[in-house]
């Protein structure tokens, strides 16, 4: 499989555009390229290792092709924020000399490279990452960090972070954020009953807060569900996971406290499938009924997902 270069056109993405404001004499992938090569990496990968001894291994093998991207653009965005440090040395001590002058041109354009081979690193990051949960319904998410949107997904926020960023805008008397709707669901409720009620339920959010900010802990089972569907909507997603080295068996509720310490306007729980079949013997999922019983304690609105909604 090949995959085209060549040069910028009006009708080129605003990838495409920040590239050829580059003026770099050697072509660049297009953005169509990347995406292109991100999807065929996932495909080849889940075809080789599918049906063979390896599908056992077949999440991990997936989830490091992905973050191998991801970490990738991590580094290359450390090496343009050291560029533009050195930018930010530069402005504050020229002199107007032409040695001056070339310095601050070779920072400035080492930056503006280092972000354009970042965005390339996240698009193929994340066309790999749709096309894995395409052959596979599973959902990558990053180990660690924040992932800042693209047009292929929506930004992802660490918890831990997303919390400062509120102390922050608190200081500045300013919230810029859209609200949150907190959702912790059972791992055993992943049946087409359970994703259609959770769709249903994220859609009646998002119709009451058009601007809604998903949170939720990145479980297996119904949270990957919610996660998938914010995906598919562009809703940005924070993830306060379940520290288990840290916190031991009261993690999941640890991590509840984080839903609740970012403010939610609604915490949407599913304790229970709602595959009749599936749920005869099975126990609610506890993380999920505590974090209802934490919104009534916290004077947040709580609705329980059932095969009919209905608010508690």
Not at 8 to 15: G, I, K, M, Q
Not at 60 to 75: K, N
Not at 138 to 161: C, F, I, M, N, Y
């Amino acid at each position: 499989m090949t995959f085209s270069l060549h040069d910028f056109v009006a009708s080129d993405t605003a990838f495409d555009v920040q590239t050829s404001a580059l003026e770099d004499p050697r072509p660049h992938p297009t953005e169509a390229a990347l995406v292109q090569l991100g999807q065929a990496l996932m495909t080849e990968l889940v075809d080789l290792v599918s049906d063979t001894a390896l599908e056992e291994v077949r999440t991990i093998l997936c989830e490091c092709l992905i973050g191998g991207f991801h970490s990738a653009a991590g580094r290359i965005e450390r090496d343009a924020d050291r560029a533009r440090d050195r930018m930010r040395l530069l402005e504050r001590d020229f002199d107007g000399s032409e040695m001056a002058d070339t310095e601050l041109q070779a920072a400035t354009l080492a930056a503006r490279s280092a972000d354009v081979a970042q965005a390339a690193c996240e698009l193929i990051r994340d066309a790999a990452a749709e096309a894995y949960a395409t052959a596979t319904g599973e959902v990558w998410t990053p180990w660690r960090g924040s992932r800042r949107g693209s047009h292929l997904t929506a930004a992802q926020l660490e918890a831990k972070q997303a919390l400062r960023a509120i102390a922050e805008r608190r200081t500045r008397a300013a919230d810029p954020a859209g609200p949150v709707v907190a959702f912790r669901g059972a791992p055993f409720a992943d049946t087409p009953a359970d994703g259609g009620r959770i769709f249903d339920a994220l859609n009646w959010a998002r119709a009451q807060w058009p601007d809604m900010v998903l949170a939720t802990t990145g479980a297996r089972g119904a949270e990957r569900l919610a996660i998938r569907w914010a995906q598919q909507k562009g809703v940005t997603l924070v993830l306060a996971r379940a520290d288990f080295d840290r916190h031991g068996k009261a993690a999941p509720f640890r991590a509840n406290d984080e839903l609740i310490a970012l403010e939610p306007v609604c915490c949407l729980t599913l304790a229970q499938t709602l595959d009749p079949r599936k749920a005869d013997g099975s126990h609610p999922f506890g993380p999920a009924q505590n974090l209802a019983q934490e919104a009534h304690a916290h004077g947040v609105r709580h609705v329980a997902i059932r095969p009919h909604a209905a608010a508690a």
